[in-house]
Nanobody, 121 residues
Framework: QVHLVESGGGLVQPGGSLRVSCAASGRILRLNAMGWYRQAPGKQRELVAHITSGGVTTYPDSVKGRFTISRDTANNTVFLQMNSLKFEDSAVYYC???????????????WGQGTQVTVSS
């Protein structure tokens, strides 16, 4: 079993910055791709940042240039730096990881419990 624990969410004013973190622990043989998703009330969960095991990153146009995903491979941690935050960035942010945990020849998909980010004046 693998656990993902997010931290760092909170309240921030428009134009401000926030960094959220996600630490993975448990039976981790190999941590593959990781990502951040968000879900606002009444909306579908959407991808906001993705990083491969090799460090290649991708972002949707809605956050490109404002959000940066990075990872600390040694500590099984992924970060999301969010700058120039807008009202529409308010959502619960979820960490996702593809993990080789020994239960299958394919990576298992894990989710964190989510952390609230609220952009408000």
């Amino acid at each position: 079993q693998v656990h993902l624990v997010e931290s760092g969410g909170g309240l921030v004013q428009p134009g401000g910055s926030l960094r959220v973190s996600c630490a993975a622990s448990g039976r981790i043989l190999r941590l593959n791709a990781m990502g951040w998703y968000r879900q606002a009330p009444g909306k579908q969960r959407e991808l906001v940042a993705h990083i491969t095991s090799g460090g290649v990153t991708t972002y949707p146009d809605s956050v490109k240039g404002r959000f940066t995903i990075s990872r600390d491979t040694a500590n099984n941690t992924v970060f999301l730096q969010m700058n120039s935050l807008k009202f529409e960035d308010s959502a619960v942010y979820y960490c996702n990881a593809a993990v080789m945990d020994g239960t299958s020849w394919r990576p298992s998909n894990y989710w964190g419990q989510g952390t609230q980010v609220t952009v408000s004046s």
